[in-house]
Structure formats: structure tokens, C-alpha cells
């Protein structure tokens, strides 16, 4: 059966995910339930990501509409047909097994009802229920349904991300000559790829315990050492390689952008609280060090939350408080507050609120940008202004976005995509520093 003859129902987080999803099927015949409408219909008001998709497939919709009627199905430009299915609805085969009449079944009904009826043909199509929702797709599978996730809007395939650094095995005497001569050229490291910002740990071939440290330069054509070697940073000193990484790609003023991914534990936010504190209290190489996180749901009002903006956030932002406790060393309770409130180049905030306002001058980390879509995070750095800095970090592996996973967040996006980019840096941060058991907290659960 050719893959032209297939039909496709799509559920309703493949369209909240990505609108034009209705276009990536093409040849074949896309169907919505009218049941995925009522879905989309019910989240336009929101005022977030989910809401502007869901506002966004009502006016494509709507434009199609125009080529014809809906229910009867209109073609589109690739030669695939649009169709919102009114009349497969019947609940009968599938009442047996899920009782519940939930829209996730009813979406399920649909596909079921269109797979029988095409069975029946001599030139009967397959049927494809494509659905975001793992429970979809297995539930779907208890009734012989093919089922196929969503992944044209993956950033990668696999969790083999980029990781901004990498270990590279040498003969020893280019180790003695990187150390002797301050540089090596990247085409001595064997082949293979390398990004500007990309940092090589280079290794003896025959696995003594020589290594060397080095980073790919803004051409990408040497490797050469790190600036300095920090020994300290507000009381915080590297602990492992990659915190030293992080901390080259925080301190350089020369990097507009910088990404941290790493599990909790890994010196994320403490790091680039201590490299932000520097440069703006001590250096003043920027007016402001702003420190935001993501409401989750993002974009979610905390109106309903008792008290005044500040006592609402403080729930939300408490990570960030513990670890500028430790970087003050605070040991009263209020203290931090009174410290903050008497240093007003420090700003701590909900990422709604600063959404929208030109930042320019000024040392801005976002916290927990692994729920941040990817349009969210092209809105933040498209209002980044002139001389900011801005770190993203986060844990791809944490996601509490009902529409993101690993490989689609924002977080990730901003990494495999400014990955080629002079202008920024990425590390992902591997070893726990918290303790022993946090580290196998992590690791196991």
C-alpha cells in the first residue's frame, strides 16, 4: 500500500504542538475529529503558547473552509485532502473495553470507525492515528489501530544532544605541544566535527592519566586554553571540568548567550548566580542581574494565589533564593531579604513579567527553560537589547509542560540551534556535586 493512500487522524496535541502539523502529511488525507475542534476550541482564550496555537488552527481552519465545505473534505496545494470528520463518532466498538465516553476516546472512536469502514473496501486505505499522548497510542493499539508519534517538531531524534564538550584521544606528544605551543589545529584531533565554543578534553592515546583542557576557537580552527582558570567565583569554586566549562562560557563577555543543561545537583544555578553577582556587582560590566524562572503552566496568572506579587513568587522562586542565600551566606531569617531589597541591581522575578520589555545592559538567567516552547524562547532573545547576556539552563529530562518533551523544548532548541554560532556556549553539566545520595537520586530516580 503506498504511503499515498493513507489516512491520517490527528489528535488534539499534535495541533497545539505545532498548527501546521495539518500540512505535514501531504499527499495522503488529514481528518480531524470534531471532538480535537472542541479541544482546540476550548484552549483559544488562554493566554500562553497553547492559547496562540489554538488560535492559530482556528484561522487556518477557517481559511480552508473557503476551498470548499469541511466535512466533505478540501484539497490542499501538495495534493493532500483536509476532511473534519462529523460522522464516525460512534462509540459502539469501544464501549466493550474503555466505558468512559472521554475525548481522548472519543478521538480514538473515530479512527476505529474509519479503519472498519475502509476495510470493507477493495481499495481500502490504511488508517494512522497520530497522537502526542503515549496512553493514545497504546490504548489505540489494544484495537489493532496503527499509531505514530508526532516528530517532525523533534530538535533531535534521540537524547544524543549536543553536549559542548568532548572527549578526543591523541597521540602524547600533541598534548606536549598543545601545552608547549598554547594551540593545536582542530584537524589534528582526527576528523570529526567541532563547533566555535566547543571544549576538548584531550586525552593520551595509550590511556595514561595525561589529559589537557582546551576550547574550539570563535573559527572553529584551534583548539586553545581556557581564559583562566577562575579559582574562585564569590566564594564558588569548579568542582569538576564541566563547571569549569561553564563557568569560561559565563564570565566571557564575548558570548551574548550561553545554555546550561544538566540534572539537579550540577551547579546550574549556583554558578551562574555567582558569574552574574561578579560581573554586575564587582565588575560592573552590566546594570542589572535579572534572575527569572517560568510559572508552570507557563503563562499561567498567579492572581489566584493569596497575597501580594512578591509572597505569590515565592513558592516558585525559592530554588533561586536558597542558592543566593548561600552565595551571601546568609544565617537570619529576612536577611537575604533585606539585602535584596537594598541592592537594586538584583531582580528576581516570574519570566511573565519581563516577557516583552527591552533588557538591554543587563545579566539575565532563566531558570528551568526546559518549559519554555520553542516559540517562547525566539520571543525571549528576540527582545534581548544591546550588551545583555542571557543564560538558559535547565533539565530537558524535567519537563512539566503538557505539550514539550526532551527533544522539542525550547531549551533544547536554543542549544542544537545556536550550537554553530560564535556568539554563544553550551555545556551540558553531568556530575552531581549536592552529595552522594543526590547524585544517586538522580541517576536512579
Same mark, same amino acid.
Given at each position: 500500500?503506498?504511503?499515498?493512500?493513507?489516512?491520517?487522524?490527528?489528535?488534539?496535541?499534535?495541533?497545539?504542538?505545532?498548527?501546521?502539523?495539518?500540512?505535514?502529511?501531504?499527499?495522503?488525507?488529514?481528518?480531524?475529529?470534531?471532538?480535537?475542534?472542541?479541544?482546540?476550541?476550548?484552549?483559544?482564550?488562554?493566554?500562553?503558547?497553547?492559547?496562540?496555537?489554538?488560535?492559530?488552527?482556528?484561522?487556518?481552519?477557517?481559511?480552508?473552509?473557503?476551498?470548499?465545505?469541511?466535512?466533505?473534505?478540501?484539497?490542499?496545494?501538495?495534493?493532500?485532502?483536509?476532511?473534519?470528520?462529523?460522522?464516525?463518532?460512534?462509540?459502539?466498538?469501544?464501549?466493550? @473495553?474503555?466505558?468512559?465516553?472521554?475525548?481522548?476516546? +472519543?478521538?480514538? =472512536?473515530? %479512527?476505529?470507525? /474509519? $479503519?472498519? *469502514?475502509?476495510?470493507?473496501?477493495?481499495?481500502?486505505?490504511?488508517? @494512522?492515528?497520530?497522537?502526542?499522548?503515549?496512553?493514545? +497510542?497504546?490504548? =489505540?493499539? %489494544?484495537?489493532? /489501530? $496503527?499509531? *505514530?508519534?508526532?516528530?517532525?517538531?523533534?530538535?533531535?531524534?534521540?537524547?544524543?544532544?549536543?553536549?559542548?564538550?568532548?572527549?578526543?584521544?591523541?597521540?602524547?606528544?600533541?598534548?606536549?605541544?598543545?601545552?608547549?605551543?598554547?594551540?593545536?589545529?582542530?584537524?589534528?584531533?582526527?576528523?570529526?566535527?567541532?563547533?566555535?565554543?566547543?571544549?576538548?578534553?584531550?586525552?593520551?592515546?595509550?590511556?595514561?592519566?595525561?589529559?589537557?583542557?582546551?576550547?574550539?576557537?570563535?573559527?572553529?580552527?584551534?583548539?586553545?586554553?581556557?581564559?583562566?582558570?577562575?579559582?574562585?567565583?564569590?566564594?564558588?569554586?569548579?568542582?569538576?571540568?564541566?563547571?569549569?566549562?561553564?563557568?569560561?562560557?559565563?564570565?566571557?563577555?564575548?558570548?551574548?548567550?550561553?545554555?546550561?543543561?544538566?540534572?539537579?545537583?550540577?551547579?546550574?544555578?549556583?554558578?551562574?548566580?555567582?558569574?552574574?553577582?561578579?560581573?554586575?556587582?564587582?565588575?560592573?560590566?552590566?546594570?542589572?542581574?535579572?534572575?527569572?524562572?517560568?510559572?508552570?503552566?507557563?503563562?499561567?496568572?498567579?492572581?489566584?494565589?493569596?497575597?501580594?506579587?512578591?509572597?505569590?513568587?515565592?513558592?516558585?522562586?525559592?530554588?533561586?533564593?536558597?542558592?543566593?542565600?548561600?552565595?551571601?551566606?546568609?544565617?537570619?531569617?529576612?536577611?537575604?531579604?533585606?539585602?535584596?531589597?537594598?541592592?537594586?541591581?538584583?531582580?528576581?522575578?516570574?519570566?511573565?513579567?519581563?516577557?516583552?520589555?527591552?533588557?538591554?545592559?543587563?545579566?539575565?538567567?532563566?531558570?528551568?527553560?526546559?518549559?519554555?516552547?520553542?516559540?517562547?524562547?525566539?520571543?525571549?532573545?528576540?527582545?534581548?537589547?544591546?550588551?545583555?547576556?542571557?543564560?538558559?539552563?535547565?533539565?530537558?529530562?524535567?519537563?512539566?509542560?503538557?505539550?514539550?518533551?526532551?527533544?522539542?523544548?525550547?531549551?533544547?532548541?536554543?542549544?542544537?540551534?545556536?550550537?554553530?554560532?560564535?556568539?554563544?556556549?553550551?555545556?551540558?553539566?553531568?556530575?552531581?556535586?549536592?552529595?552522594?545520595?543526590?547524585?544517586?537520586?538522580?541517576?536512579?530516580?
Amino acid at each position: 500500500m503506498s504511503k499515498a493512500n493513507k489516512i491520517y487522524v490527528l489528535d488534539t496535541n499534535v495541533l497545539l504542538q505545532d498548527p501546521y502539523a495539518i500540512y505535514q502529511f501531504q499527499p495522503n488525507e488529514v481528518v480531524i475529529p470534531a471532538v480535537v475542534l472542541e479541544e482546540v476550541d476550548s484552549k483559544k482564550k488562554n493566554m500562553d503558547e497553547i492559547g496562540r496555537n489554538a488560535r492559530m488552527i482556528a484561522k487556518m481552519v477557517d481559511q480552508l473552509r473557503e476551498g470548499g465545505k469541511l466535512h466533505k473534505g478540501v484539497l490542499l496545494e501538495q495534493g493532500g485532502l483536509f476532511r473534519v470528520e462529523l460522522n464516525h463518532r460512534s462509540f459502539q466498538h469501544l464501549k466493550h @473495553v474503555f466505558a468512559e465516553m472521554t475525548n481522548d476516546n +472519543r478521538i480514538i =472512536a473515530v %479512527a476505529l470507525n /474509519l $479503519q472498519m *469502514e475502509e476495510k470493507e473496501k477493495a481499495d481500502g486505505r490504511q488508517v @494512522v492515528l497520530v497522537s502526542k499522548d503515549a496512553l493514545v +497510542r497504546v490504548k =489505540a493499539d %489494544a484495537f489493532d /489501530l $496503527q499509531t *505514530e508519534d508526532f516528530l517532525n517538531d523533534r530538535v533531535i531524534e534521540t537524547d544524543k544532544g549536543y553536549a559542548g564538550f568532548e572527549d578526543v584521544y591523541v597521540d602524547q606528544s600533541i598534548i606536549d605541544r598543545y601545552y608547549k605551543e598554547g594551540q593545536i589545529a582542530v584537524t589534528e584531533l582526527g576528523g570529526g566535527l567541532y563547533y566555535p565554543n566547543q571544549f576538548v578534553i584531550l586525552k593520551d592515546l595509550m590511556r595514561t592519566s595525561s589529559s589537557a583542557l582546551g576550547k574550539v576557537d570563535l573559527l572553529g580552527q584551534y583548539v586553545k586554553p581556557l581564559i583562566g582558570e577562575h579559582e574562585h567565583v564569590w566564594g564558588i569554586k569548579p568542582r569538576n571540568a564541566q563547571q569549569k566549562m561553564a563557568l569560561e562560557l559565563l564570565l566571557r563577555d564575548d558570548l551574548p548567550l550561553v545554555t546550561l543543561v544538566g540534572k539537579a545537583g550540577t551547579g546550574k544555578t549556583l554558578l551562574s548566580l555567582a558569574a552574574g553577582l561578579l560581573q554586575t556587582e564587582d565588575l560592573h560590566l552590566y546594570k542589572k542581574l535579572v534572575v527569572a524562572r517560568p510559572i508552570v503552566p507557563l503563562g499561567k496568572d498567579i492572581g489566584y494565589l493569596p497575597g501580594e506579587k512578591e509572597e505569590k513568587l515565592k513558592p516558585w522562586m525559592q530554588p533561586i533564593f536558597d542558592n543566593l542565600e548561600f552565595l551571601f551566606d546568609t544565617k537570619k531569617p529576612g536577611e537575604l531579604d533585606r539585602i535584596l531589597a537594598g541592592m537594586s541591581s538584583i531582580q528576581v522575578e516570574a519570566l511573565t513579567y519581563i516577557r516583552g520589555r527591552s533588557i538591554p545592559d543587563q545579566y539575565i538567567i532563566i531558570d528551568e527553560a526546559q518549559n519554555l516552547t520553542k516559540h517562547e524562547v525566539k520571543t525571549i532573545l528576540t527582545r534581548v537589547g544591546e550588551r545583555s547576556k542571557v543564560v538558559l539552563m535547565g533539565d530537558p529530562q524535567q519537563i512539566d509542560h503538557p505539550y514539550l518533551d526532551e527533544y522539542t523544548n525550547g531549551l533544547t532548541y536554543a542549544v542544537e540551534t545556536f550550537k554553530n554560532e560564535a556568539l554563544s556556549g553550551h555545556i551540558k553539566l553531568v556530575k552531581g556535586e549536592r552529595s552522594a545520595l543526590a547524585q544517586l537520586a538522580a541517576d536512579l530516580l
